[in-house]
């Protein structure tokens, strides 16, 4: 079935740094690849989504490419703000299931002023 | 505003009970999708409804139920059969349930809590 993998947090940076959360997935046919967000005590938000192959998609600052040769959508930003802390959720949808997201476990980003 | 509610917003239960945690949507969406999230788990489908009176089960659903009787409305109840409720709940919507790139809206969350 299908499956997402990202980096084991908790990730904490310093502010202005580079960032990268790592996403790695496994997946029948062509899916759509997500990267949502969840502030503390809140629902997640979509952050950005990438429908096909070496699309980019990017919202905030927040980057991610769709390689279908790596099967990967990592995250990064090149400058952090302490009010990017939170948990970062890659999910996918369709591959063998249209209907549905499968989300990775989440990684927890603290940003230090 | 459009958006989803969920009500409410903490909830403590005693064992043996059953709880109802409701979800509404203005979003004139077709597609509702309930969530369990607990520390360091991700999200897991537990109940989705593609369409008004139709529903199906998602990876977890023992111990749950569910009814779509209304587009805008997707309560989910707990049952006592659920071994370990305890756990923070989110609902979802999206405007279709078939799409490949359909962006799924959440609520702001349950936390329920098992006395």
């Known amino acids: 079935g299908d499956s997402v993998t990202q980096m084991e947090g908790p990730v904490t940076l310093s502010e202005e740094a580079f960032l990268t959360i790592n996403c790695t997935y496994t997946?029948?046919?062509?899916?759509?690849l997500f990267w949502y967000v969840q502030y503390p005590g809140e629902g997640l938000q979509l952050l950005l989504k990438?429908?096909?192959?070496?699309d980019k998609g990017s919202n905030k600052g927040f980057e991610a490419t769709y390689r279908k040769e790596t099967t990967s959508f990592h995250l990064e930003k090149g400058s952090v703000q302490v009010s990017d802390s939170a948990v970062y959720f890659c999910?996918?949808?369709?591959?063998?299931?249209?209907?549905?997201?499968?989300f990775g476990k989440g990684t927890l980003l603290t940003v230090n002023p | 505003d459009g958006g989803i509610t969920q009500s409410p917003k903490y909830l403590f239960r005693k064992e043996g009970q059953n709880v109802t945690l409701s979800c509404e949507q203005n979003?004139?969406?077709?597609?509702m999708y309930w969530y369990r999230q607990d520390p360091g788990q991700g999200l897991r489908l537990i109940y989705y409804?593609?369409?008004?009176?139709?529903?199906q089960k998602g990876d977890i659903a023992e111990g749950y139920s569910v009814s779509r009787e209304k587009k805008e409305s997707f309560p989910l109840t707990v049952t006592s059969a659920q071994k370990n409720p305890t756990a923070f709940y989110l609902c979802?919507?999206?405007?279709?349930?078939?799409?490949?790139?359909?962006?799924?809206?959440f609520g702001p969350g349950t936390r329920l809590t098992v006395l």
């Open positions: 409804s593609q369409i008004v009176n139709d529903f």
């Open positions: 997946a029948t046919g062509y899916p759509s």
């Open positions: 999910a996918l949808s369709g591959g063998g299931s249209n209907y549905k997201l499968t």
């Open positions: 979802a919507s999206s405007s279709s349930g078939r799409a490949l790139n359909n962006e799924q809206f």
């Open positions: 979003l004139n969406h077709d597609a």
């Open positions: 990438a429908t096909k192959a070496d």
